[in-house]
């Protein structure tokens, strides 16, 4: 089927729809609803590639349900507002004064401010509400506080500056014929007293106040971790306890009839509101939002993309495609919640205990909406080929299946809790209904875990895919450990007694798998995005190279940047969100932040993270300044002058280094680290060197030379002290060298930089094979050069320039030749050698030509023995026996 609609159907516009919704956009009912546009809109130019005309279509109709659940069900709510709810809260803090207002008057601001706290905090019982919004209240004090701080300390350097110019004033009592000072540098130098000691006193205010806000802080932070505490670790009877079933039992009856008024009392609302014509008009709503989420949902799963795209995939279409068919699932059964409370509350149900339940069901159901979502964006059950994870369809189908029923479970047992605060349940079946929910919780978790079995082998539905698409990292292991110890805590903590504990283990167990999924799903989407904006024949690449003349591994490095600082951004407002239930707030990291790039102070010296940055921005001023000098002196100047080479780049390298040398005592005195403490610690090391720390720094100092020069890189081909190898990695202290038996030597990097080495592949890998040929007397010298340089030629790895070339070598008895030719990798040197001596005795043969060397003439032994015999000394004479 080419279309979902009919072929006389005609398609609504979306112009005049987007038009309508800006109009709109004012109204609080209609942010959302401009949100979910903007989100179709995106899913459909980036989806365009699946079926352009499918989505298109589910698009335009899906933004008109939109429109219509928009502007007719909150018209007859009347979007009501009650005084108390258009209210707005009070901070307590009092108003801070203007950004220009002097340094005295924000300190006694900072001051009032946090003696308010501390007024608050002196209450023995305040609710974790209340910190949270007393520890929010204490972030733009400590903000104008470090704001003082920071704008006074250049001040003081300047005065200290102008007090060590004008010098100590004289003194006349030690030395009476000393001349008089002038009275307007004595003058000068009491207003500038003056002055130092006004900021003195501003800078020692606003540290004193920096620590008060750090104490509170601390002190908030200490409280909210022990109300955790006491609410998450409370012990109490466990869920296998008779006794607990017993109590539930005997206060069974009597929240039973509660449940009973209660929905008893939203029938006698709902009937109520149903009346003429509003009753009818109610259920065409109702019979409307049904059939119309009902229709989204069958349309949309038909333009889902199911099977092998005709296109070429990346990790981008992947990406997109699973983050489009995640928000198309979740859109119909939010858009329909929505409409349903909307026409609920249209019926005039105003019971607020009601209307908590009811805001807990949508709750439930906006928690199933999302999970179906994700499971369909990350899992893909039924679409294997657009599936972001390498997963086979067994392993993916049972994830679907075991998410979704955790998440029913879970969601079950929040809205049995809610039901049971609201009817005023006894704590007997509160504590009873957390403690079997969590306790089924695991034992479903720990069913599911133990029948899905992860094979590491190739997959079919993942075979034919190239490997940058799925996403193959070796996570799965930790994960189903994280799972199985979570599922054992959570049956652990229900048994033993510790509900409270083991519910808020379930929370956030699908709290950090809800954040794990999104961040999976921007990862993936930042990741492939990068690699198709920065790839080298993009359009935006080939723009960069036209219009700045950035080179394309530039771009490439560019992104990989960019994408490791999206993913450390990610990756730490992910952490943040997991721990954020925990009672870590962002204020403490923000608070951190703070400090840090307002200044540490470590003994006497300050060091800010803005100083920091200010600093390599310098430095690296400094140091293209340096290069540019290096380069002008190279290229222009020297040239011109009689200095031989060597004295030439003597004088560029002293340049170079003294400019180095220079922009890095500029950088570090910004920073606050003078030359006096570098000197100290340069003294220091002087000392730890003489006592026989000489080959550790030798080598030390050896490997940044090698580092800096790369005279030695990994994967350079070398000989030192006889062992030929390649350089496998370069270590501060030594340099790993793999030979060709697969051995590695370990040599110290001042043996390298003091010894000699040979480095084969210094300024490329070209390398040249010699091949030592013998021919005998009777061959002809000509064609035997013919026959090698031949043979050389038509091998597919010899380079044709330089060409190979054989030399007549020498007159023996037999005529030497050497055959010289080259190949691009000398790598490959051993095996080119080896397929050429094949190939030059095949030549050999077939041409007539003989390599044996000359044989010598065999004798007859009969001839030799004799003179052997002719040639030994004579036997000695035997001894004589003595007569007795």
């Known amino acids: 089927m080419s279309s979902i609609f009919p072929a006389d159907m005609a398609r609504p516009p979306l112009v005049p729809f987007t038009s309508l919704v800006r109009l709109k956009a004012g109204r609080s009912w209609t942010g959302g609803v401009s949100v979910m546009i903007m989100l179709i809109r995106s899913g459909k130019a980036g989806s365009r590639s699946l079926d352009a005309k499918r989505i298109s279509a ?21 979007e009501a507002r009650s005084p108390a709810a258009a209210g707005t809260s009070t901070t307590g803090v009092e108003a801070q004064p203007a950004p220009n207002a002097p340094p005295s008057d924000r300190l006694d601001a900072a001051k ?40 006074v300390t250049p001040k003081q350097a300047a005065i200290k500056l102008r007090l060590e110019q004008l010098g100590a004033p004289p003194e006349k009592d030690a030395n009476p014929q000393a001349p008089t000072e002038d009275p307007k540098v004595t003058q000068d130098r009491t207003e500038q007293l003056k002055l130092q000691a006004t900021f003195d006193d501003l800078a020692k205010r606003a540290k004193l106040l920096q620590v008060q806000a750090e104490q509170m802080a601390a002190q908030i932070g200490d409280r909210r971790r022990a109300l955790f505490t006491n609410s998450v670790f409370q012990g109490g009877q466990s869920i296998v306890s008779p006794a607990l079933w017993l109590d539930v039992a005997q206060e069974a009856p009597r929240d039973l009839a509660s449940t009973a008024e209660i929905f008893t009392e939203l029938l006698r609302q709902l009937k109520y509101g149903l009346t003429g014509s509003k009753a009818a008009l109610a259920l065409a709503l109702l019979a409307l939002i049904v059939l119309s989420a009902v229709w989204a949902v069958l349309a949309i799963m038909r333009v889902l993309p199911k099977a092998k795209p005709h296109r070429e995939l990346n990790a981008l279409r992947v990406s997109f495609a699973a983050l489009w068919s995640g928000v198309a699932v979740m859109i119909p059964p939010l858009g329909a919640i929505g409409a349903v409370f909307a026409l609920v509350d249209w019926l005039g149900v105003s019971d607020p205990q009601l209307r908590r ?19 369909t964006a990350i899992l893909a059950p039924f679409r294997s080929f657009w599936r972001p994870i390498d997963l086979s369809d067994r392993v993916a189908r049972r994830l679907a299946r075991l998410i979704f029923v955790l998440m029913g479970v879970a969601s079950i047992g929040k809205v049995v809790e809610v039901l049971a605060e609201t009817v005023g349940a006894s704590l007997q079946v509160s504590v009873a209904a957390r403690g079997l929910f969590a306790l089924l919780v ?19 539905e993942t075979a ?16 189903r450990l994280l799972a199985w110890l979570a599922t054992f805590a959570i049956i652990g903590a229900a048994v033993s007694g510790y509900v409270a504990l083991s519910a808020f283990l379930v929370t956030q167990m699908a709290w950090m798998a809800f954040v794990g999924g999104v961040l999976f799903l921007l990862l993936k989407l930042s990741d492939g995005g990068m690699e198709q904006a920065f790839r080298p024949n993009s359009r935006m690449s080939r723009s960069l190279t036209a219009t700045i003349g950035v080179g394309r591994e530039s771009l490439q490095q560019i992104g990989v940047l960019l994408s490791g600082l999206t993913t450390v951004s990610l990756s730490a407002a992910a952490v943040m969100l997991v721990l954020f239930p925990w009672g870590v707030q962002s204020h403490d990291m ?54 031989d080479q060597g004295l030439r780049d003597a004088i560029s390298a002293s340049v170079g280094y003294l400019g180095l040398g220079v922009t890095l005592a500029l950088a570090l005195s910004y920073v606050g680290i003078s030359l006096d403490k570098l000197a100290l610690v340069a003294g220091a090391l002087s000392v730890g060197i003489g006592l026989g720390l000489q080959g550790v720094v030798a080598n030390f100092v050896s490997g940044l030379i090698i580092m800096w020069e790369r005279a030695i890189r990994v994967g350079d081909l070398v000989v030192v002290g006889g062992e030929t190898g390649t350089v496998r990695r370069i270590n501060i202290r030594a340099t790993e060298i793999q030979t060709a038996d697969r051995a590695t030597t370990i040599v110290p990097n001042g043996n390298m930089i003091t010894g000699v080495v040979k480095n084969f592949v210094r300024m490329d890998r070209v390398g040249r094979v010699v091949i030592p040929v013998q021919a005998t007397w009777d061959a002809d010298p000509e064609k035997v050069r013919e026959i090698l340089v031949d043979t ?12 190979p070339f054989a030399l007549f070598v020498r007159f023996s008895a037999m005529l030497e030749f050497e055959l010289y030719c080259f190949v691009e990798d000398v790598d490959r040197a051993a095996r080119v050698r080896s397929d050429l001596h094949f190939a030059i005795f095949r030549a050999f043969a077939e041409a007539g030509l003989k390599m044996n060397p000359p044989t010598s003439t065999p004798l007859d032994a009969s001839v030799i023995e004799p003179l052997l015999r002719a040639l030994a000394p004579p036997p000695p004479p035997e001894p004589k026996e003595r007569e007795n």
Do not use: C
């Open 112 to 151: 009032a401010a946090l003696d308010k706290i501390a007024a608050a905090l002196a209450v023995e019982t305040v609710p974790d509400a209340d910190l949270v919004k007393l520890r929010g209240d204490i972030d733009p004090v400590l903000t104008q506080v470090l704001g003082v701080a920071v704008e």
């Open 792 to 803: 050389a030629r038509a091998h597919e790895e010899v380079v044709g320039f330089p060409s």
């Open 357 to 375: 339940l009811g805001l807990n069901l949508i709750a439930v159901m906006v928690r199933l909406a999302v999970t179906a979502g994700m499971i």
């Open 590 to 643: 923000i608070g951190a932040a703070q400090s840090l790039f307002f200044g540490v102070k470590i003994g006497d010296v300050t060091i800010s993270l803005s100083s920091v940055v200010l600093a390599l921005v310098y430095f690296a001023v400094g140091y293209g300044l340096t290069r540019a000098v290096r380069n002008w002196l190279e290229n222009r100047y020297l040239p011109l002058t009689q200095l």
């Open 58 to 78: 589910v698009t335009r109709w899906l933004a008109a349900l939109f429109l219509i659940f928009s502007l007719v069900v909150p018209a007859l709510a009347g």
């Open 442 to 460: 695991g034992l479903i978790l720990a069913r599911g875990l133990y029948g899905i079995i992860l094979s590491p082998d190739t997959k079919p």
């Open 464 to 479: 034919g895919r190239p490997s940058n698409i799925v996403d193959e990292s070796p996570f799965w292991a930790p994960i």
